[in-house]
């Protein structure tokens, strides 16, 4: 038998089951170009598997839905084909996964970066301040930096045209927050077009149709297949309960039950009939898909259903592992007749030597074309600029917060009247500067969480890619992040200084309150790069501002400085931004005051009662004559504003190295496990 009429038999059987082992592809066999997989498993720490041994392909242009209940292993099997598993999650992966060239006759293993893998997230995540077009403008140039800012523009105006978004151009992306923002669908293909700006190898959708309804979910599956199709590259998407119109939108399928077993790999319209050889006929007028979700479903609420879903779900996994051992061992016996297996091996092993030396190749021309970083980095500061300037929302907050607070600090703390520096407003004064210095702090670091909670998915999109580094986006973020909390603590500062007698002057008291917002906004920084979500970097926050406060607030009635601070509390002080700015304020407040009697123009005995009427009645500040006593008893007599105003500023470049450790910590996470797989 002629050999090469082995191999395409060999082929032609391999592909329909879903069954063909990458590693004897070569210029031998007329196999098409596609993405395979072989011997590809996942495990945790303790050895359990999230998905068993499985081999797989999906053609060029064709579109494979993997199909299955919660906790089948769906999005493994997807991060795992798309190189996404980090190896901070304590999971094992094995096998192989790459790409097929039938034209070129080159093997290639897939990686998320340089944009050789699409990828579909199931949320979509943007800077919700940009356009449309100015959030493709941006991907574009970080996307495509070898070619000119014209063709850019041209590439970003044909990708609208293709996915219907040349009307919304103009539109701000917005969130639940903004009416006038994109619809659910609408972001949906915002997402598709960021994905197919650049040339991808592969297209991979992680339940693309959450959270849309049916409709909505057959346009957007729909949309993808075109896009694919007329791109021609393999497609695989994480489907949930898809209706029988989306069913037939599939090429094919890969079902999987829980535990990460797979049952059945291969064309979708030969699922039906597979499953009834093995006795399990789909009903008529059934959804195909509900018909082998049911098939994999397990009954947790009666446990007499969910012993026999999984005797079945037992049953159909040993089947089709039966099937691949058939197959495995056919194709033993033809190549032993046949084949030279080890011309096979070395042909194949001097295609992933070429390869990997053209991927070199190309990484180091990606690396040269990105040769402005200046312009890479005014392009980051630009995007937080606009993301900062055009929040109305939170700036208007900011505002009505800034300059609401200080008028109501200034009617609580009546005693602190203009041109008269009395001992009995020295607990107010300590109070209305400490409450102060909390609000601000409080209100720039909460901010800068959350907004940065929100770009975090982004910015891991872009830096798993090494579209740019953590420090150049830490830095145009914090650039960007300045000038308007400068801005709101110059109206906080104002609106407190007009409207009551601090002696602090307005300079000192806004340069205090600029570089403690600012630091504020690093340890938010740092708070959101440390923390693995969002959603976590929040939680954390509220008791870590209630820590820092309270070691932070200095004791209006005076400090016992005989007996000293616990070790672990002066600890959490040198990481309280708190601290020292209420320190510095305090320092720059009482130093050289000197206290004046109100009722100087009353008799002698009406100032004498007074007096005694005037004074604190709290501890030892109630025998204090001057400003300098006032500092000696709240323990800061030998410290200076200047000094403060430096461990102010050490605090936020501390935070902000904190901050670059934690996003080139993630950064690493995901590149150790690309060159690992």
Not at 631 to 647: A, P, T, V
Request: hydrophobic share 40%.
């Amino acid at each position: 038998m002629n050999t090469n009429n082995i191999f395409h038999r060999f082929v032609n059987i391999g592909l329909t089951l879903g069954l063909l082992v990458p590693s004897v592809i070569s210029e031998n066999v007329t196999a098409p170009s596609g993405v395979y997989w072989d011997n590809l498993s996942v495990q945790t720490a303790d050895g359990t598997f999230l998905l068993h041994n499985c081999r797989g392909f999906v053609e060029d242009g064709h579109v494979c839905g993997i199909l299955g209940p919660s906790g089948a292993g769906k999005s493994t099997t997807l991060s795992v084909i798309g190189g996404a598993i980090s190896p901070v999650s304590g999971l094992t992966v094995n096998g192989e996964v790459l790409y097929f060239d039938s034209d070129k006759q080159t093997k290639e293993h897939l990686r998320i970066q340089g944009g050789k893998v699409a990828w579909l997230q199931q949320k979509d995540s943007f800077f919700n301040m940009l356009t449309v077009e100015e959030t493709l403008q941006f991907a574009a140039f970080l996307e495509l930096p070898g070619i000119s800012e014209a063709e850019r523009q041209k590439q970003v105006v044909s990708i609208m045209e293709s996915l219907g978004l040349v009307k919304l151009r103009n539109r701000k992306i917005g969130d639940s927050a903004m009416h006038k923002g994109l619809s659910g669908g609408e972001k949906r293909r915002l997402s598709l077009a960021l994905e197919l700006l650049s040339s991808p190898k592969i297209f991979i959708g992680d339940e693309p149709t959450s959270g849309l309804d049916s409709t909505m979910s057959e346009k957007v599956v729909k949309l993808i297949s075109s896009s694919v199709k007329e791109r021609n590259i393999p497609c695989i998407l994480s489907l949930h309960q898809p209706r029988s119109s989306i069913f037939k939108m599939l090429d094919s399928i890969i079902l999987m039950a829980p535990g990460g077993h797979v049952v059945y790999m291969g064309e979708a319209k030969d699922a039906i009939s597979y499953f009834n050889t093995l006795g399990y006929k789909c009903p008529a007028e059934t959804n195909p898909a509900e018909f082998l979700l049911d098939l994999v479903s397990i009954d947790s609420e009666d446990p007499r259903e969910a012993s026999e879903d999984e005797v079945r779900i037992s049953f159909l996994a040993a089947s089709f592992v039966e099937k691949q051992h058939a197959f495995e061992k056919w194709v033993i016996a033809v190549q032993s007749d046949e084949v030279d297996v080890d011309n096979v091996l070395k042909h194949a092993a001097s295609r992933d030597e070429e390869t990997t030396n053209s991927l070199v190749l190309a990484s180091k021309r990606k690396q040269t074309l990105i040769s402005h970083p200046i312009k890479r980095f005014g392009r980051l500061l630009l995007r937080s600029w606009r993301q900062n300037i055009r929040n109305h929302r939170v700036n208007i907050y900011r505002l009505i917060a800034s300059g609401g607070t200080a008028y109501l600090f200034t009617n609580i703390f009546q005693s602190i009247k203009k041109g008269f520096f009395t001992s009995k407003s020295v607990a107010d004064r300590v109070a209305l500067l400490s409450f102060s210095v909390i609000n601000m702090s409080m209100m720039a670091l909460m901010k800068t969480i959350e907004l940065f909670a929100k770009e975090k998915p982004v910015v891991q999109r872009e830096q798993q890619r090494k579209q740019y580094s953590s420090l150049e986006y830490l830095l145009a973020k914090s650039l960007a992040e300045i000038p308007l909390d400068v801005v709101f603590a110059a109206i906080f500062t104002t609106t407190l200084k007009s409207l009551c007698g601090i002696r602090i002057g307005w300079r000192a008291l806004t340069g205090t309150f600029s570089l403690m917002t600012i630091s504020g906004a690093s340890l938010g920084f740092a708070i959101g790069a440390l923390s693995p979500t969002g959603e976590v970097a929040m939680t954390v926050s509220i008791p870590m501002l209630v820590v820092l406060m309270t070691v932070g607030i200095i004791n209006p009635s005076g400090v016992d400085q005989s007996e000293p601070s616990p070790a672990v509390v002066e600890a959490l002080k040198q990481a309280s931004p708190i601290a020292f700015a209420i320190r510095a304020v305090c320092l720059a407040e009482y130093r050289g005051m000197e206290f004046q009697d109100p009722n100087s123009k009353q008799s002698f005995f009406s100032r004498g009662r007074n007096l005694l009427r005037d004074l604190p009645k709290m501890g030892a500040l109630a025998l204090v004559q001057n400003g300098d006593q006032v500092l000696d008893e709240l323990g800061l007599g030998d410290e200076n504003y200047r000094s403060q105003m430096k461990r102010l500023a050490m605090l936020s470049l501390a935070n902000l190295l904190l901050s670059w450790i934690g996003l080139r910590l993630q950064a690493l996470s995901n590149e150790s496990f690309s060159r690992k797989r």
